[in-house]
């Protein structure tokens, strides 16, 4: 078990630009999340795939944001045309199904982020 | 909707002494798990503890202890003997329901512990 990895660890972009982090989650697990984090804040939910299919991507913050998960395995999300509000940690995270909203057997485990500055 | 509340911006601490992180949620959801995380300055979101709304008994983990009182809606996160390397962001965080999608995590805007010698 090599927990969640994500690439990059760090990305400084031009605005405008398009900018693509990878998410490599845990092996058996079948969920796998898109979170922002910006600066003194508590990470903000994005969108979520069970296996390769995308159950919520309403809280995308807008229509530059994109993300995929072809074969149920790694994930990518996608920023086009980067602004300077984009700035900050797209972390990602992965669990099991649930079973129950309140079962403890699908903690959610996270990587170790991915920091974004549009200059 | 599900809303976490974490009042305390910033705790300070010596170490070996204990701490209480405050965390207090509101859900009209019958069942419900709650989660705290430790976030260091590298960034990765570790996971500490869960308390799910039907255990009946305080969750433990080594040094961290959830003081969950449903009825006043509070899950309150003990560290004993505080170390160094507990200075950190704590994060407080309950799943959100998504409907027929599923769930994610909510996340209050975290607690910075520094731990002092």
């Known amino acids: 078990d090599t927990g969640v990895s994500q690439d990059p660890r760090h990305k400084i972009t031009k605005r405008g630009q398009n900018v693509t982090f990878r998410c490599d989650p845990i092996s058996e697990h079948n969920r796998l999340y898109w979170y922002r984090q910006t600066l003194g804040q508590g990470p903000e939910f994005l969108t979520y795939?069970?296996?390769?299919?995308?159950?919520?991507k309403s809280r995308l913050l807008s229509d530059r944001f994109s993300a995929e998960r072809p074969k149920g395995s790694f994930s990518t999300l996608e920023i086009q045309r980067t602004e300077q509000g984009d700035s900050a940690m797209y972390l990602c995270a992965s669990s099991w199904k649930d079973r129950a909203v309140g079962s403890s057997g699908n903690t959610i485990y996270f990587g170790e982020g991915s920091w974004l500055t549009v200059v | 909707a599900q809303k976490i509340t974490q009042t305390q911006p910033g705790m300070f601490v010596q170490e070996k002494e204990a701490v209480t992180l405050d965390c207090t949620y509101d859900t009209s959801d019958q069942s419900y798990g709650l989660f705290w995380y430790k976030q260091p300055s590298s960034g990765e979101m570790i996971f500490l503890i869960y308390q799910g709304s039907y255990d009946e008994q305080n969750a433990t983990e080594g040094r961290y202890s959830l003081n969950f009182q449903k009825a006043r809606k509070s899950a309150n996160l003990v560290i004993s003997a505080s170390q160094l390397g507990d200075s950190a962001m704590y994060f407080c965080a309950m799943r959100e329901g998504l409907g027929q999608a599923g769930t994610a995590l909510i996340f209050g805007k975290g607690t910075t512990l520094s731990v002092s010698s």
């Open positions: 795939f069970q296996n390769e299919a995308q159950l919520e």
